[in-house]
């Protein structure tokens, strides 16, 4: 079964601790969001994987076999990375031809995924009179060129255009329901979600979460207001349970949690509700707070403390 | 292996700096050898026997202009394995063979088969030229074969052998530009300078080495014509040796270091 396995990989440029002891699981038929900030170490983590950089320790795994030991890789793994690039002066056509060459890939496949990308029409021209966008494509058809189980995506959406973005969306979820594995990084949470089922949440090179988006959606309903009888009592429930409470007259504001969280709390304790109502915070902030440090929703995972390891449920 | 030569010699073909360089041995050729074979001359401003124009020896010193191929080689040879990091076209290469030792020795066996390719381009144009010449009553195209016989084949050897070096270059020194100001600065500046202060060290640099394979099949009274003179040079079959090895050594050498490196 296709899969991508990382652990305790770790990545030192000179000084720069870029990836510190990151572990995770990506199963078949998922597409998985690599989510952090700039800087995060989520490139340097891709690279590791696809054999590009060396990891200081750790392994990276593509279907339990690090990437130079596959023995075909373009037909189990296809990349496309921020920073790969092309000749100017040779046309789309032949660059993918001449990736294609070195695992036999007929130039019949190479016809099929400039189809599969849009691009069939532009394939003669030299790539140096591409849009940004158009190269994205390239990529995306060079990543397909041997048709992988395991797909490896870096911020692919860069680039792209609204319509591009859309139909990106559409591909990617194809791709997943065709039971392969996807792992795409993006710095832009609320983009990811459009697309992802899975996320994996990186900060400074650590892991600052990771589970399903569900879970994380959930969690995104932060704020929730309680008109109560019994205000004084719930806002010492829930600050005892860890919640920030503030009470404002016969109305309890809980910050940070969730409406579950808070109604099984009023349910074990007989506190009688008037109203109860949410307020939402956006997904981004979410993000923002998950590697700022702060804690992470129900259902969703923080990293284990250092040393030892965690893994995505699969 | 035969998968990453198929796509070594399609990167070759695909891009224009390869046909640029084809066309420049071409045009080099063809020009210097109008210029050492009719633009007149004091005879007692060379310091060699310099035939009369069309005389026995005129076509082995005009067909020694093809030696500028041989630089031109050295370049196709850097541009092969830096351009990749030019255009980072490396990570592409790499992510499709991850083995980055095959990636340099499929390198090396395309230059072998480029070197022979500029070769043949200047050698090509030395022909044209000779029949032009032979058409216009200088001497017999017999004698003028012969003549080319006695250049194209050294020259042809250090061609192959010095794209090989050129991709040896390329493997360890990775920058570009710097590659091609080592390669060709070493041969043009250093080296000569070399050879003059310590001859017995200075023949076994490649650009002697290279002449020692050009001077093989020359006849002995227009050997090293325009170079420094050939008492000093090593055996021809010690210059294919040493040049070969330059090559492997460098592409060996790039292996375990540069082509190594994190690509970012």
């Known amino acids: 079964m296709a899969s991508i396995a990382v652990e305790g990989l770790t990545k030192r440029f000179g000084s720069v601790l870029a990836v510190d002891d990151l572990s995770f699981t990506v199963q078949q038929g998922t597409v998985t969001g690599f989510l952090g900030p700039n800087g995060a170490g989520k490139t340097t983590t891709l690279r590791m994987l696809l054999g590009l950089v060396r990891p200081s320790s750790g392994r990276a795994l593509v279907n339990g076999s690090p990437y130079h030991d596959l023995p075909d890789p373009m037909r189990t793994v296809g990349a496309v990375l921020e920073s790969s690039g092309f000749h100017p002066a040779r046309s789309a056509r032949n660059h993918l031809r001449a990736v294609a060459a070195v695992d036999g890939i007929s130039d019949e496949r190479v016809d099929e995924v400039l189809e599969l990308v849009g691009l069939s029409a532009d394939a003669e021209r030299h790539v140096g009179g591409y849009s940004m966008g158009m190269r994205q494509r390239l990529e995306l058809a060079r990543a397909l060129l041997g048709d992988p189980e395991v797909l490896i995506l870096d911020e692919p959406a860069n680039g792209l255009d609204p319509q591009g973005i859309a139909w990106l969306r559409g591909f990617l979820r194809w791709l997943a329901e065709e039971g392969r594995v996807v792992l795409i990084s993006s710095h832009l949470l609320a983009e990811a979600a459009q697309t992802v089922d899975d996320v994996i ?86 993000f923002f707070d998950l590697t700022s440090g702060a804690p992470s929703p129900d259902g969703f995972t923080q990293p284990a403390p250092a040393g030892t390891t965690s893994g995505m449920p699969s | 292996m035969t998968r990453l030569l198929r796509s070594e010699v399609l990167k070759l073909r695909t891009v224009w700096s390869t046909w640029v360089l084809l066309g420049v041995a071409a045009a080099l050729t063809g020009a210097l050898s ?88 200047a050698g ?113 079959w010690e210059g294919a040796l040493v040049l070969l090895a330059y090559g492997v050594a460098l592409v060996a050498a790039g292996s375990f270091t540069t082509l190594r490196a994190d690509v970012t």
């Open chain 1, 201 to 286: 949440v990186l900060n400074h090179g650590r892991m600052a979460g990771h589970g399903p988006l569900d879970e994380l959606r959930r969690g995104a309903t932060a704020t929730v207001r309680v008109r109560t009888p019994d205000a004084e009592r719930l806002t010492a429930l829930l600050s005892a349970a860890g919640t920030k409470a503030v009470r404002v007259g016969d109305v309890v504001e809980a910050a940070g949690t969730t409406p579950e969280a808070v109604g099984r709390t009023m349910a074990d304790h007989g506190v009688v509700v008037l109203e109860m109502t949410t307020s939402g915070e956006s997904l981004e902030q979410l």
């Open chain 2, 124 to 236: 090509a144009v030395s022909l044209i030229f000779g029949y032009g010449a032979v058409a216009g009553g200088l001497g017999s195209s017999g004698r003028m074969l012969t003549e080319f016989r006695h250049v194209w084949p050294g020259v042809a050897a250090a061609c192959v052998l010095f794209a090989a070096y050129g991709v040896g270059l390329g493997a360890i020194l990775k920058n570009q530009v710097v590659a091609l100001v080592v390669g060709l600065g070493a041969t043009a500046i250093v080296e000569p300078i070399l050879v003059a202060a310590v001859p017995s060290v200075g023949r076994w640099l490649p650009s002697e080495v290279a002449q020692a394979l050009e001077s093989v099949t020359a006849r002995p009274e227009v050997r090293g014509a325009f170079g420094s003179g050939l008492s000093h040079l090593v055996t021809w």
């Open chain 2, 34 to 121: 109008v210029v050492i074979g009719f633009v007149p001359r004091n005879r007692h401003d060379v310091s060699v026997v310099f035939p009369a124009r069309g005389a026995v020896g005129w076509y082995d010193v005009v067909f020694s202009v093809m030696t500028v191929a041989i630089d031109l080689a050295l370049v196709l040879g850097v541009i092969m394995i830096t351009g990749e990091n030019r255009h980072k076209t490396i990570t592409s290469t790499f992510l499709a063979q991850p083995r980055r030792g095959w990636v340099a020795t499929s390198k090396l066996f395309t230059a072998l088969g480029a070197g022979l390719v500029v070769a043949a381009v």
